[in-house]
């Protein structure tokens, strides 16, 4: 019999250096640091950044508040990627500044489908 080995997550310093990247972006977008015109009357929200294991490369989870600006901010936001790395690299106390890819989050997209099937007539029905 051969036992299996449960899934792994991320390590903690994975989970530690995704908040770090994320309250420093966070940081940077609430300042403006970011000069593009596209970006300028875009409020973005960081949700989430993943980190390999390797901390080499990040993928960072962002959602603007104006949807109809999302494809244009990430668009944005993935022009600027090598500036937005030189920026966190200097706020962090890391060996190397991982690079970072701009994803849109769509959890909350999800989210609200959600809400629309529960609050549907046919569910009410069912409930009943």
Known sequence: MSKQQPAKGPSQRQLRV??????ALAE?????DIHEPELADVILQV?????SPDLKHATAFVSPLDAGARDRALAALNRHGRFIRGEVGKK???RYAPDIAFKLDTTLDH???VQEILR???VARDLQ
């Open 18 to 23: 995704g908040e770090l990247i994320r309250h």
């Open 28 to 32: 940077m977008f609430m300042r403006g």
């Open 47 to 51: 949700t989430e950044v993943k980190v």
């Open 92 to 94: 962090l106390d890391l």
């Open 111 to 113: 989210a609200e489908r």
């Open 120 to 122: 549907s007539e046919a």
